[in-house]
C-alpha cells in the first residue's frame, strides 16, 4: 500500500519549487562555467580556491534574482502575477531579508579567496544591487547585467596563479556584450511592441574576439567553436524572428544556456577534460530550465 505524502512533505516540496523559481537556478550553469573560463584564464592552479569561488559567486547570483522579484513586485502584479511574490508563494519582507543575507555571504566567502578578490566581490555586489533597482526604469540597464557577467570572469582570474589578465578582462568584456545583447532581447518578453533587431549583432563579439586572439595550433578549435556558438544562437534566434508565432522567452532561455558555449569559447586552448565540463554544464542548464524558468 502506497501511503500519500504528509501536508509537511507537499509544504516542503512546494518551498523548494519557490525558492527554485526565485532564484532562478536554471542559470546557475552557466555561471559556474563562468567561474571556470575567468580561474583557466587567469592560469589556473590554487585549486583550493575554487570551492569559495563557486559558493560565494553563487551565492551572490541568488542574492542578486532575489532582490530582483523584491525591486520588480510591482511589475510582476501586473503583468507577472505567477511570480513568486505576486502569488503569494513568498512574502516580499522574506525575500528583501534573503536577498541581502545571500549577497553578503557570498562576499564574505569571497574575502577567504584574499583582499582583491572579495574587493572585486563588494564592487560586483553593488552592481546587481544597482541593476536590480533600476533596471525597469533605465533603457540601457542591460549594460549594467553585461558588466555584472564580466566581473565574474575578473573575480574568478584573481582567484588564478597569473591573477587578473589581459585576456581575462577582454574575455570578460566579450561576454559582457553578449549579455548585453540578449539582455535588450529579453526587455521586450513582458511587454508588446516590435522586437529589436539590432542586439542580435552584439551576440557576435566573443566570436570576433576568439577568432582574433587564437593563432596557430588553436585557431583551428576556435574556428570549430565559434560554428557550434553561431548555429546554436541562429537556433534560438529561429524562435522569435522567423516565425508566425514569436516566443521570446524559449529564445532568452536558449541564449542563456548558450552562455556555456561563449565561456568554451573563450578557453578554446584548455584540455579536453575541462570541454567535457562544459557540456555537462551546458545539459545541465537545459535540464534545469524544465523545472525553474531561466527569466
Known amino acids: 500500500m502506497i501511503t500519500p ?3 509537511n ?3 516542503r516540496v512546494a518551498s523548494l519549487r519557490t525558492f527554485l523559481i526565485l532564484g532562478r537556478v536554471s542559470n546557475l550553469p552557466t555561471l559556474w562555467s563562468n567561474c571556470l573560463a575567468g580561474w583557466w584564464l587567469g592560469g589556473g592552479g590554487n585549486s583550493e580556491m575554487l570551492p569559495f569561488l563557486f ?4 551565492l551572490l547570483y541568488l ?24 502569488s503569494g508563494s513568498i512574502s516580499l519582507a522574506t525575500v528583501w531579508r534573503s536577498g541581502f543575507a545571500l549577497l553578503a555571504a557570498g562576499a564574505g566567502l569571497l574575502f577567504c579567496c584574499g583582499t582583491i578578490t572579495g574587493g572585486l566581490g563588494l564592487v560586483l555586489a553593488l552592481c546587481i544591487i544597482l541593476y536590480d533597482a533600476i533596471h525597469k526604469a533605465i533603457a540601457f540597464s542591460p549594460v549594467l547585467m553585461g558588466l555584472c557577467r564580466c566581473f565574474v570572469y575578473l573575480i574568478s582570474a584573481s582567484t588564478a596563479t597569473l591573477g587578473v589578465t589581459g585576456w581575462a578582462i577582454w574575455c570578460g568584456l566579450a561576454l559582457g556584450v553578449y549579455v548585453v545583447g540578449l539582455s535588450f532581447i529579453a526587455r521586450r518578453e513582458s511587454v508588446r511592441g516590435p ?7 552584439l551576440l557576435g563579439a566573443p566570436i570576433v574576439l576568439a577568432l582574433l586572439m587564437n593563432v596557430g595550433d588553436f585557431r583551428q578549435a576556435a574556428a570549430l567553436l565559434s560554428l557550434v556558438l ?3 544562437i541562429v537556433r534560438c534566434l529561429r524562435r522569435t524572428f522567423w516565425t508566425n508565432a514569436p516566443n521570446v522567452p524559449l529564445t532568452i532561455s536558449g541564449l542563456l544556456a548558450g552562455i556555456v558555449f561563449v565561456d ?11 570541454g567535457f565540463a562544459l557540456i555537462m554544464l551546458f545539459a545541465g542548464a537545459l535540464v534545469f530550465q524544465r523545472f525553474a524558468p531561466a527569466t
Open 5 to 7: 505524502p504528509s501536508d
Open 230 to 232: 553561431v548555429l546554436w
Open 264 to 274: 568554451w569559447l573563450a578557453m578554446a586552448d584548455a584540455p579536453h577534460k575541462m
Open 63 to 86: 542574492g542578486g534574482m532575489c532582490l530582483n522579484d523584491a525591486f520588480d513586485v510591482e511589475f510582476d502584479r501586473q503583468h507577472r502575477e505567477e511570480r513568486p511574490i505576486p
Open 195 to 201: 522586437l529589436p533587431r539590432w542586439p542580435v549583432a
Open 9 to 11: 512533505t507537499l509544504l
Open 55 to 58: 559558493a560565494g559567486v553563487t
